[in-house]
T-cell receptor
Framework: DVKVTQSSRYLVKRTGEKVFLECVQD?????MFWYRQDPGLGLRLIYF???????EKGDIPEGYSVSREKKERFSLILESASTNQTSMYLC???????????FGPGTRLTVL | GDSVTQMEGPVTLSEEAFLTINCTYT??????LFWYVQYPGEGLQLLLK?????DKGSNKGFEATYRKETTSFHLEKGSVQVSDSAVYFC???????????FGAGTQVVVTP
């Protein structure tokens, strides 16, 4: 079975802090994605990556950056956390093309 | 651009009732279609998928048929259980690098 893990289930940070969310997949998938999920807004794509060191902006990249130094690991970085970044963050991976995306359990981030 | 529309919730049902969640899509080309389920506090899990017209996806008693003529992928289950209470997302994948479009999600509540 594909396994996607995220570094924390719950995280509390203060405004202005730099925040790292990490995601690891164990199935040698090419594509990795970061979403945020908010009530009434569904899932919104922040960034995705289709290869090591490659990244593309999604629908809401402002205030975020990403890093993919190794194929299995995709990090989401909040350079200076703000309260409006309080959300559930979901990582996903897929083998290629239009293939199934497999999701991690999510990180619920609260920024105070 | 590509988009997915699904019926709003919450949908409240009694145990053993029939469940239908409507999903329609707009896409160029030939998308793959998916249903995901999200239990409280967890990430999304693939429920079923279909990759071409007239394909039927099925899993755990749930079914959905890819209808190209009506651009629909409605989810059905003949007899729901309390354990089916969750949020259900319809999604399509048609673009490059495996980007998905998700519906807003439909919350289903099944009462004993």
């Amino acid at each position: 079975d594909v396994k996607v893990t995220q570094s924390s289930r719950y995280l509390v940070k203060r405004t202005g802090e730099k925040v790292f969310l990490e995601c690891v997949q164990d199935m040698d998938h090419e594509n990795m994605f970061w979403y945020r999920q908010d009530p009434g807004l569904g899932l919104r794509l922040i960034y995705f990556s289709y290869d090591v060191k490659m990244k593309e902006k999604g629908d809401i990249p402002e205030g975020y950056s990403v890093s993919r130094e190794k194929k299995e690991r995709f990090s989401l970085i909040l350079e200076s956390a703000s309260t409006n970044q309080t959300s559930m963050y979901l990582c996903a991976s897929s083998l290629s093309g239009t293939d199934t995306q497999y999701f991690g359990p999510g990180t619920r981030l609260t920024v105070l | 651009g590509d988009s997915v529309t699904q019926m709003e919730g919450p949908v409240t049902l009694s145990e053993e009732a029939f469940l239908t969640i409507n999903c329609t899509y707009t896409a160029t080309g030939y998308p793959s279609l998916f249903w995901y389920v999200q239990y409280p506090g967890e990430g999304l899990q693939l429920l079923l998928k279909a990759t071409k017209a007239d394909d039927k996806g099925s899993n755990k008693g749930f079914e959905a048929t890819y209808r190209k003529e009506t651009t629909s992928f409605h989810l059905e289950k003949g007899s729901v259980q309390v354990s089916d209470s969750a949020v259900y997302f319809c999604a399509l994948s048609s673009g490059s690098w495996g980007k998905f479009q998700f519906g807003a999600g439909t919350q289903v509540v099944v009462t004993p």
